[in-house]
């Protein structure tokens, strides 16, 4: 029997509700026809917003959406993507399948698309190809409440108010696709783009975010941090869990029990990464001014058999809902110093929570996980221990990863949740849980569950996704249960 200890006495940090993010990007099948449709399709929207996904991410409880890039960031010019739609330039999306982008979803159907949603806002900027000037005049024309030429301009193209923006990217991977720089030099131009986006409005700060490493890039944490740490709210970590090599990544729906056990392995390498990236952070700003913000993970495999490579269009089964269970209650464990996570991608790219075909829309295992840990968003991250085994990833030099992993949260009412992941195939787990100076009164569960290859699909009953959970026996200072192999369960403790 493992023991769970959850201690409501020890409140370590508000969890971000944006460490619940979503990231889309103008990449294959993501903002066109998966978000947006257009105000003429005859697949029901509003303001060319599909209701179906729009109405989708609302219940998940999408939070927070970058926007519009990845690569595409450090390509793209804003004012192409402004005024009569067939005004607008067209142009060839070098990194995403050479495909036309038409400029028809630009910043008024990002803001509309954040208005329905009721999400925080994060807009990354162009630094790879992009100028100051044009940089500052985006800030301008999105939040300039007074006379100027960039207010004037976007009232004329039918928006007199200001939106508001929360967070902004000063570029996206600059080590790579937004530029092939070197740290240092990175580092002095993010200082001089981060001067000229002035906060115009008094009282709402632009958390302005610094390129920070992909997954184990050290030198580029320190140099960068060395040069923004007076001025960055934010450093970005960007970690995809890729199975086997860049070349050949694995099939995303046909893999082996080994395989599976390396996927696991390579998605807790997130933990490392974020505790070396920390220790690197503070070892330059003890004072620690600036919080990590993990603005790409998820898994990463081969497209989908005939679907345009560079679209990057994968199924999802309940081998990514167990990554995303366990990385999610990772983030929770670091709510101390993470801020904003945003996985890749919202609609039909990478590890979505939400795939479409036509007017045919399905949700995924991964979707379903991110329902069920919603209520942890702006909750109180509790001090928790889980005792665990590890299971080792053969095909991956023995890795090894927590066969349970958990977090625990308070909200204000004084409601625990309790998530757990049970990563094993095939061994379930005896568990009894005390909380620490508490009768319980009730305890309720919930469950995702299936074979690790089991997906959702079109026009298909789901065969993954959040069902009742009552397998456990409430005690007055806990419960017990048995969770089941491969498995994600959520305990609400009153
Ligand atoms: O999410 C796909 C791509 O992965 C993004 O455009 C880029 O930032 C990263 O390399």
Redesign the pocket.
């Known amino acids: 029997m493992e023991k769970y200890l959850i201690n409501p006495n020890q409140r370590i940090a508000k969890i971000n509700k944006n460490i619940y993010g979503h ?1 889309s ?1 103008h ?1 294959g099948r993501c903002i066109y026809e998966g978000i947006y449709v257009g105000e003429d399709s005859k697949i029901p929207n509003v303001n060319g917003m599909r209701k179906d996904v729009v109405k989708a991410l609302k219940e998940m409880g999408i939070p927070v959406l970058r926007w519009p ?4 960031a450090d390509e793209y010019h804003w004012k192409d993507g402004i005024g009569p739609k067939d005004n607008r330039k067209k142009m060839i999306n070098t ?1 995403w399948g050479g495909v036309v982008e038409d400029n028809s979803f630009g910043t008024h159907e990002y803001f509309e698309l954040c208005r329905q949603l009721g999400c925080d806002t994060y807009i990354n900027g162009n630094v790879g190809s992009g100028s100051v000037q044009e940089l500052s005049e985006w800030v301008e024309y999105i939040t300039f409440d007074g006379v100027s030429p960039m207010s004037e301009l976007r009232a004329e193209n039918g928006h007199k108010e200001p939106w508001k923006l929360d967070y902004i990217g000063i570029g ?2 600059n080590w ?2 937004g530029g092939c720089m070197d740290p240092e030099y990175y580092g002095c131009l993010f200082k001089r783009y981060n001067t000229y986006c002035r906060d115009y409005k008094a009282g709402e700060h632009i958390h302005r975010i610094a390129c920070g490493p ?1 997954d184990a890039n050290y030198h580029w944490t320190r140099e960068v941090m060395d040069k923004v740490k007076h001025h960055a709210n934010g450093l970005s970590l ?1 970690y ?1 869990t890729v199975t086997g090599t860049w070349q050949h990544k694995g099939s995303a729906t046909e893999f082996d029990n080994n395989e599976y056990n390396t996927t696991i392995s390579k998605a807790y390498k997130i933990e490392e990464l974020i505790n070396n990236h920390l220790a690197v952070m503070d070892s330059v700003n003890p004072q620690k001014w600036v919080q990590l913000i993990v603005d ?1 993970w998820g898994t990463w495999f081969d497209v989908e058999p005939g679907t345009n490579p560079g679209f ?1 269009y994968q199924q999802s089964t309940m081998r990514d809902a167990i990554v995303a269970a366990l990385t999610l209650n990772i983030f929770n464990k670091h709510a101390d110093r993470i801020m904003m996570a945003n996985i ?2 919202t609609v039909n ?2 590890q979505s929570v939400i795939l479409t075909d036509g007017e045919k829309m399905v949700k995924t295992p991964t979707y379903y996980v991110f329902k069920m840990f919603k209520e942890h968003q702006n909750n109180t991250l509790l001090g928790s221990y889980l005792t665990t085994d590890y299971i080792s990833a053969k095909d991956n030099n023995n890795a090894e990863f927590p066969h349970l992993i958990e977090s625990a949260s308070i909200d204000e009412n004084g409601i625990i949740y309790s998530t757990i992941a049970n990563t094993s195939l095939n061994k379930s787990s005896k568990i009894k849980c005390q909380i620490a100076d508490r009768k319980v009164k009730s305890v309720k569960a919930e469950i995702i569950t299936a074979d690790c290859r089991d997906k959702n699909e079109f026009g298909k009953k789901e065969a993954v996704k959040i069902e009742k959970f009552e397998d456990f026996r409430k005690l007055s200072d806990g419960f017990t249960v048995n969770v089941p192999a491969c498995s994600v369960v959520k305990f609400t403790i009153e």
Request: aromatic content about 14%.
């Open positions: 990231f990007e990449l890039g990845g690569c595409f990194h996206n991977e790579g696709c992909g960007h995809y790409e990057l890749a991608q790219v990478l």
